[in-house]
């Protein structure tokens, strides 16, 4: 089942990624377990469940993807024990049941090109690595792509040459903003990595944001929870200060691309409830429990992908 939300004149559908078991401290950084495991669950491993499902944007006769999730086909057993997957998803069938192929997809717009959202890009045919969306424009933001080309001793385990060197001739970069078509825009605010970038949708007076790994969870919008592998974690801080502030005042809508319980969410006003939620229809690996008592309420509107 793909789950799907409409938002006007566009259409989001989450394609069928892998689901993980994180390690708590990638996600939380130095939030102790003590504190974030009442919100979210964990299991015995101190591991927490994440999703990396892209997500589709239909709009204007357009097939818009933000992220690519894993390569699954480029992994191997090692890696993929080390990622904690439980399930390697099937994002081609998701398109599939949508009457659409990779040929159908027009632009990816990505937040950043850490593995867990650019392994997707390419995929390899026999011992040949190819695009995996070879009619897409590829939306990056210069210090990303930068960055990419040029890995650290940080990032050299992150930014791969087998997800980009395939791609290189798609790829357009921007510097601190993009409008990639009217309504969506695409936003830099380093933080998470120099070039990370948040996506926002506009529509009849009405705005929704993916804030991308700035905000992780539907339980990440204290300011300063944020993950252990943000490069930049103050500047993370800095953006999602702002960003919270203005969704809060304005009643904005986030997407999420790792949440396992929700797709959607509004939050009330204070930020420590829900006002509405989207529900993931994806089983999530490890539940919440009692354990968790302090997590967000959905004290308006849940639903369910119809």
């Keep these: 089942m793909v789950d799907q939300y409409t938002f006007h004149e566009m259409t989001f559908s989450w394609l069928d990624g892998p689901m993980l078991n994180?390690?708590?401290?990638?996600l939380f950084g130095p939030v102790p377990r003590a504190l974030w495991g009442r919100y979210y669950p964990y299991n015995e491993l101190n591991q927490m469940p994440s999703t990396v499902d892209p997500i589709l944007v239909q709009y204007q006769g357009m097939n818009l993807l933000i992220d690519a999730s894993?390569?699954?086909?480029?992994l191997t057993d090692k890696m993929k024990k080390i990622a904690g997957m439980?399930?390697?998803g099937d994002i081609k069938g998701s398109l599939q049941s949508l009457g659409l192929t990779r040929e159908d997809i027009d632009v990816v717009m990505m937040t950043h090109m850490h593995n867990d959202h650019a392994g997707g890009l390419t995929y390899l045919d026999g011992e040949d690595l190819k695009s995996t969306y070879p009619n897409a424009t590829i939306y990056i933001n210069e210090k990303e792509w930068d960055d990419v080309?040029?890995?650290n001793a940080r990032t050299k385990n992150t930014y791969l040459k087998e997800n980009w060197e395939p791609i290189e001739d798609q790829v357009q970069s921007f510097s601190e903003r993009l409008e990639v078509v009217p309504g969506i825009t695409m936003e830099h605010t380093g933080g998470h990595s120099?070039?990370?970038?948040?996506?926002?949708?506009?529509?009849?007076g009405e705005t929704m944001l993916h804030m991308a790994d700035i905000l992780l969870s539907f339980v990440h919008t204290n300011p300063l929870w944020v993950g252990g592998v943000d490069d930049y974690p103050m500047t993370s801080i800095q953006a999602k200060q702002k960003l919270m502030k203005e969704a809060l005042e304005n009643n904005y809508r986030f997407l999420f691309y790792h949440d396992p319980f929700y797709r959607v969410v509004e939050y009330t006003e204070d930020g420590k409830n829900i006002e509405y939620a989207l529900k993931c229809s994806k089983p999530s690996p490890i539940p919440m429990s009692e354990k968790q008592d302090r997590t967000h309420q959905v004290v308006g509107t849940l639903e369910t992908s119809a």
């Design 22 to 26: 994180t390690d708590g401290g990638t």
């Design 70 to 74: 894993l390569g699954v086909d480029k």
């Design 86 to 88: 439980q399930s390697e």
């Design 149 to 151: 080309r040029n890995p």
């Design 194 to 204: 120099r070039g990370h970038s948040i996506i926002r949708f506009e529509q009849n």
